[in-house]
């Protein structure tokens, strides 16, 4: 089928992924140095980059002591690119995309190909030191975030389940790296208000505490022609509490808290109309909502001797939801769901590792166990026969873990070392189900079972080399990857129950570099990855609800490179670029239907982002002027398996410009500048093709306190 948003814009801009990773790559070629980042307060640089520690990496490596791509976001990018939700890290990080549609529930993430759009992820997401276990907590509202880390590639080693396609980080601020009070005014079209503010302090120099709160309010941006209303109205309040407390040089002891409610409108989808390649205006008659409330806590406890350090990490998470859906989403009345869900988290690992030292060997052991208890009920209402149905699950799942990571450094010859880990993972997974349907006023049982558990036993190793020469790193790195397999929510056939775990493994090479004396960060890195029973979304035969089925062999390669600089003349630059070519290698999906070398769905094949800071300083009046420019570069994407439907590469430009002037910021934004007309979303159900358009232009303005 032919693209359905396609402009001249997009045009011109379609070959510009391919100059900008030729120019890098010449680049990279040229020299070796370091570069600093900067804060847009100073001209004189602040930190090392490739010196700064990745808190994901549990043995508290370096950027440049990673054998793996990580993408860093700061807090100063955070603010200059307004990134609220984990979805407009797209393209910032290369290879990372996380669509934005439907709602907080639909939460998928994709990392080089590598993602999950129905039950559990296939990329682990940390906040905190908490795990988010499920799609459904991924979306929440950013405020107090100090730095966003984006490991790709399987973490298993180290993190275990559902990892396979990376990591995502999120840190919050501690009161031991800023102290005192800011507060940050928003308003913009489409009635958007938002209200965040944080106090951070400390009690001499073993007790901080922090308190952050954030309110936002969103009329919506679609209406609904069937009742006149905003489809996808938000309102949502969370709040955020951290202790740290030094006990002793040896022991400190951390509690980080926070709980987000949210209810939004959701679903803005509407028809699509084939023959016009357009979509229709939205209109639907049953309202469609998601609420979701979530709480999650950790308790970190650390023990520091010269010699070893242990780490106690305990954290728990409560999600409660419910999604109220009108699922053919039209002006009839066909089908519509209730979808309510309970889940309880628990975790506990415990970390020894070797202090970090200049010993040439660092050794740390781990276990890990984590249970969650789910309670979810799914009630149907299909209008033409006057039928109701009743679904109930009991569901838990639960596992353990041993691990291990050795790193032997200068082996053989000066800055070589070698990496190798391995994991013993074992999780089971019990499913109690309960069918009813109702029918002419009569309850009828359906099905009343307690399935047999799944058990599954994995051993995922990894290993992988560095090379540090000078201010320069190169690595390599083999590593397998593995996601569980589970129960299908939704089941109308008995061979659709279950879908069986997927692997992977993934094959990468890169290296991080320095330009022009000292002014140029660049990195590069290289990626195949091979995996097998991929587990791919499909409807159920019906079309009333999905599921999850393996296909037989998928294959994931590409490149990733981002390029960093410090202020020119006030000017700083960053341009990242991610190619991904996912496609099926073999995938019949029965003896007429053969999906072999279609592209996988849902993937794009471009993520391309260019970020530019102009800082101006008056002489009267203000202390600085700061101009922030984000073009994002997104697609082309397929949106089914028979690579049929797909939306062509994309431009997006955001902008913001902050007048600052002691601790005051005014500030005035821009996203969607070009006013760029794209398709969010795609999807096929009951016979028909449906669509959820990009978020139009936005404008607005911030006040901003730092007291």
Request: glycine share 8%; hydrophobic share 35%; no cysteine.
């Amino acid at each position: 089928m032919q693209p359905t948003r396609f402009t001249l814009k997009t045009i011109k801009m379609k070959r510009i992924p391919f100059l900008v990773t030729g120019l890098l790559v010449l680049k990279i070629s040229l020299s070796a140095q370091q570069v600093y980042i900067l804060r847009d307060s100073t001209e004189t640089p602040e930190l090392d980059l490739a010196e700064i520690e990745i808190k994901a990496s549990k043995n508290r490596n370096t950027l440049r002591e990673m054998p793996a791509s990580v993408s860093l976001v700061s807090s100063s990018e955070i603010t200059g690119n307004q990134v609220k939700t984990l979805s407009d890290v797209s393209s910032i990080a290369p290879g990372f995309f996380m669509p934005d549609y439907g709602s907080k529930l639909t939460s998928p993430v994709y990392i080089r190909g590598i993602g999950s759009r129905i039950n559990a992820p296939s990329v682990g997401l940390y906040v905190d030191h908490v795990p988010y276990f499920e799609k459904a907590a991924f979306a929440f509202d950013f405020y107090d975030v100090e730095r966003i880390e984006v490991l790709k590639g399987p973490q298993g080693t180290l993190y275990g389940r559902n990892t396979m396609g990376g990591i995502i980080n999120v840190v919050t601020t501690s009161p031991f790296d800023y102290q005192g009070t800011n507060m940050q005014l928003s308003a913009g079209n489409y009635g958007d208000y938002r209200v965040s503010a944080g106090h951070y302090g400390t009690s001499g120099e073993s007790f901080g505490y922090s308190v952050a709160a954030n309110l936002l309010h969103r009329d919506g941006f679609f209406t609904n022609q069937f009742s006149g209303d905003r489809v996808d109205a938000m309102n949502s309040a969370g709040g955020r509490t951290r202790l740290e407390w030094k006990i002793t040089p040896e022991l400190s002891v951390e509690n980080i808290t926070s709980y987000e409610f949210s209810d939004q409108g959701g679903y803005p989808y509407s028809l699509y109309n084939d023959s016009l390649g357009q979509a229709e205006p939205i209109n639907y008659n049953h309202e469609s909502t998601y609420r979701r409330s979530m709480l999650s806590s950790a308790l970190v406890i650390d023990y520091r001797k010269p010699s070893y350090e242990i780490r106690s990490t305990t954290s728990f998470q409560h999600l409660d939801d419910l999604q109220e859906i009108d699922q053919d989403f039209t002006p009839d009345s066909l089908y519509f769901v209730a979808q309510n869900q309970v889940q309880w988290m628990a975790s506990q690992e415990v970390l020894i590792r070797s202090a970090r030292s200049g010993s040439p060997y660092q050794w740390l052991f781990g276990g890990y166990a984590f249970t969650q208890w789910f309670d979810k009920g799914v009630d149907v209402d299909i209008f033409a026969s006057d039928m109701k149905l009743f679904k109930r699950y009991d569901h838990t799942i639960s596992g353990a873990a041993l691990f291990h990571q050795s790193t032997l450094r200068d082996v053989i010859v000066d800055g070589f070392s070698l990496t190798a880990g391995i994991r013993l993972d074992r999780e089971k997974d019990i499913l109690d189900y309960h069918y009813d349907m109702e029918s002419m006023e009569a309850l009828i049982p359906m099905e009343d079972t307690i399935y047999p558990a799944r058990e599954f036993l994995e051993v995922l190793p990894k290993i992988a080399l560095n090379y540090k020469r000078g201010k320069n790193s190169y690595y390599a790195s083999v590593a397998k990857g593995y996601k569980t397999g589970g129960f299908n929510s939704t089941i109308e056939r008995d061979q659709d129950l279950y879908y069986h775990p997927e692997y992977s493994w993934n094959y990468e090479a890169g290296l991080k570099t320095s330009l022009f004396e000292n002014r140029v960060y660049a990195d590069l890195s290289v990626f195949y990855i091979d995996w097998k029973n991929q587990q791919i979304y499909q409807p159920v035969p019906s079309g009333r609800g999905s599921m999850l089925k393996n296909a037989g062999h998928s294959a994931s390669r590409g490149f990733e490179t981002t390029v960093k600089t410090l202020s020119f003349h006030g000017i700083s630059p960053q341009v990242s670029y991610g190619f991904t070519d996912a496609r099926f290698v073999r995938h019949m999906v029965d003896s007429t239907t053969d999906y072999s070398g279609n592209r996988i769905p849902y993937i794009p094949r471009h993520t391309l982002s260019l970020q530019v800071r102009k800082t101006i300083r008056p002489e009267i009046l203000l202390d600085r002027i700061t101009l922030n420019l984000l073009y994002r570069g997104v697609g082309s994407i397929y949106w089914n398996e028979e690579n049929t439907h797909r939306q062509d590469f994309y431009n997006l430009l955001d902008m913001r410009v902050a007048l600052v002037r002691k601790g005051i910021s005014l500030e005035l934004w821009v996203r969607n500048l070009l006013g760029t007309d794209y398709e969010a979303f795609y999807f096929e159900a009951l016979g028909n093709a449906y669509v959820q358009s990009g978020k139009p232009v936005r404008f607005g303005i911030n006040l901003a306190f730092d007291f």
